[in-house]
């Protein structure tokens, strides 16, 4: 059976894209617990979109990237990495970057980053698998 292990979240959402939001994972269950607000369904997300690549509903025009107005920033960075053990118990890291720039006439446009797929072996050089889908504009 495949096994999650850690997952590092930054800029999305409530989480912000000045620091990395670490989540450990345990056997054989994790249980997540926290006020209203404070990222429960978000994790979920991230997980989500992380093993498939697919954006919660209603969020290709941004929604889902920490604001930019709350980094006080013109462009926010967002990426969610997952490193689990597959079926044969070897460790991968899953990395997809997500990038939001606001419009000079208001709104946001939000594009697709470099997404990899990479086998963790600490005893070889780093092994990227493939590139799990190209940068595209979601604008
Ligand atoms: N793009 C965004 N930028 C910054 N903050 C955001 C963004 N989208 C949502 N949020 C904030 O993220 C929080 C929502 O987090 P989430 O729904 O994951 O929390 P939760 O713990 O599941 O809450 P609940 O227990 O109410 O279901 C809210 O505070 C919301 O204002």
């Known amino acids: 059976?495949?096994?999650?292990?850690?997952?590092?979240?930054?800029?999305?959402?409530?989480?912000?894209?000045?620091?990395i939001h670490m989540i450990q994972f345990f056997s054989p269950l994790t249980v997540i617990v926290g006020y209203n607000g404070s990222g429960?369904?978000?994790?979920?997300?991230?997980?989500?979109?992380?093993?498939?690549?697919?954006?919660?509903p209603n969020t290709k025009g941004g929604a889902f990237v920490h604001d930019p107005n709350m980094a006080t920033s013109h462009e926010v960075?967002?990426?969610?990495?997952?490193?689990?053990?597959?079926?044969?118990?070897?460790?991968i890291n899953c990395v997809r970057n997500l990038q939001v720039t606001k419009k000079r006439a208001g709104g946001l446009?939000?594009?697709?980053?470099?997404?990899?797929?990479?086998?963790?072996?600490?005893?070889?050089?780093?092994?990227?698998?493939?590139?799990?889908?190209?940068?595209s504009s979601c604008d």
């Open 109 to 135: 446009t939000m594009k697709t980053l470099e997404s990899l797929l990479q086998v963790d072996d600490e005893n070889k050089p780093r092994n990227k698998v493939s590139l799990l889908h190209d940068p």
């Open 1 to 19: 059976m495949a096994s999650l292990d850690k997952m590092a979240v930054r800029g999305i959402r409530s989480f912000d894209d000045k620091s």
């Open 40 to 56: 429960k369904t978000t994790i979920i997300e991230c997980l989500k979109y992380a093993t498939t690549g697919d954006l919660p």
């Open 77 to 91: 960075k967002a990426q969610v990495r997952l490193r689990f053990y597959n079926t044969n118990k070897v460790r």
